[in-house]
């Protein structure tokens, strides 16, 4: 299963999610931001790609919608409602992801 993570400049909360969702069998993690200047910036290519989106506040699922709605139709866009309060792989970022995530997808 294709999981792509959104936050704002791929650099603390979605290569988190990238880094722990990817060590789950049959699961591959992407990351990428809503900013231009993002390190792997959010594209249309990564929305075909994904079979579920999860954004980590609701601006990213509003920037998200806003420029990809016709390739969100049939999407599962689900969001983590997770602050950028966190460092990169911080414990209590980890654990949260682990937590939300785990309400949406069953993990191995």
């Known amino acids: 299963m294709n999981l ?8 603390l909360r979605s290569p988190t ?15 990428c931001g809503t900013n231009a ?3 792997t910036p959010l594209s249309g ?10 954004v980590m506040e609701q ?3 509003s920037k998200a919608t806003k420029k990809y709605s016709a390739l969100l139709k049939g999407k599962r866009l689900i969001c ?7 460092q ?11 937590q939300k995530v ?5 993990l191995n």
């Not at 999610?17 to 990351?31: D, K, L, M, R, W």
């Not at 785990?102 to 069953?106: G, P, T, V």
Request: charged share 20%.
């Open 17 to 31: 999610a990238e880094s722990v969702f990817s060590e789950y069998e049959g699961f591959v993690a992407i990351g």
């Open 37 to 39: 200047d993002a390190a």
């Open 88 to 98: 990169c792989m911080q414990p209590e970022l980890v654990l949260l992801l682990k």
């Open 45 to 54: 290519d990564l929305i075909e790609w994904a079979d579920v989106i999860f």
């Open 102 to 106: 785990a309400m949406h997808i069953h």
């Open 80 to 86: 983590l409602a997770i602050a950028d309060n966190y």
């Open 59 to 61: 601006s990213h699922k």
């Open 4 to 11: 792509l993570f959104i936050c704002t400049e791929n650099r």
